[in-house]
T-cell receptor, first 112, second 111 residues
Framework: EAQVTQNPRYLITVTGKKLTVTCSQN?????MSWYRQDPGLGLRQIYY???????DKGDVPEGYKVSRKEKRNFPLILESPSPNQTSLYFC???????????FGSGTRLTVV | LAKTTQPISMDSYEGQEVNITCSHN???????ITWYQQFPSQGPRFIIQ???TKVTNEVASLFIPADRKSSTLSLPRVSLSDTAVYYC????????????FGTGTQLKVEL
């Protein structure tokens, strides 16, 4: 089944403890992206990637890192999480510029 | 990126046609118009995309006037399961660009 898989689905962590949210797609898509969703703010793009080793900042990149060493994987790294990064995170992938995104099921992160 | 404006919420009844309009006055020549649907705690799902005139698929229709400054998503004969948030996006599509979703339109369908 074609899909975008995120792990974990739920995560509670403490301030300052580094964490990684993994994202993998099995559709051989060129493009991948990370979003966070907060009540009243909609979905905001964190980072996106156009291909292996090619990444760029979205609208809210502060406090996040990404890497794209393989085409299928696009992990989101929080080096020192803070409570304001408590959010619902979505990873997405797209075949090309004219195709829509396929989204993962989301990761609900709580930083205490 | 072109900013979009869409109603915050809409109500409808089962079996009715629902039209959600999105304004995008600053749309650029190479921008597409794309609509997504999102259910609570799920990722958005691509519904339809168009550049001009009318596009139809098995789920919805998208109407785009000649000036492309607005677009209308049409959902025929909605059911309770169409209750969701609908997002209008304008810009180069796909993952290779900054893509802003906004806050969307909450559609509520009742019996």
């Amino acid at each position: 089944e074609a899909q975008v898989t995120q792990n974990p689905r739920y995560l509670i962590t403490v301030t300052g403890k580094k964490l990684t949210v993994t994202c993998s797609q099995n559709m051989n898509h060129e493009y991948m992206s990370w979003y966070r969703q907060d009540p009243g703010l909609g979905l905001r793009q964190i980072y996106y990637s156009m291909n292996v080793e090619v990444t760029d900042k979205g609208d809210v990149p502060e406090g996040y890192k990404v890497s794209r060493k393989e085409k299928r994987n696009f992990p989101l790294i929080l080096e020192s999480p803070s409570p304001n990064q408590t959010s619902l995170y979505f990873c997405a992938s797209s075949r090309d510029r004219e195709s829509g995104y396929t989204f993962g099921s989301g990761t609900r992160l709580t930083v205490v | 990126l072109a900013k979009t404006t869409q109603p915050i919420s809409m109500d409808s009844y089962e079996g009715q046609e629902v039209n959600i309009t999105c304004s995008h006055n600053n749309i650029a020549t190479n921008d597409y118009i794309t609509w997504y649907q999102q259910f609570p705690s799920q990722g958005p799902r691509f519904i339809i995309q168009g550049y001009k005139t009318k596009v139809t698929n098995e789920v919805a229709s998208l109407f785009i006037p000649a000036d492309r400054k607005s677009s209308t998503l049409s959902l025929p004969r909605v059911s309770l399961s169409d209750t969701a948030v609908y997002y209008c996006l304008v810009g180069p599509t796909g993952g290779g660009n900054k893509l802003t979703f906004g806050t969307g339109t909450q559609l509520k369908v009742e019996l």
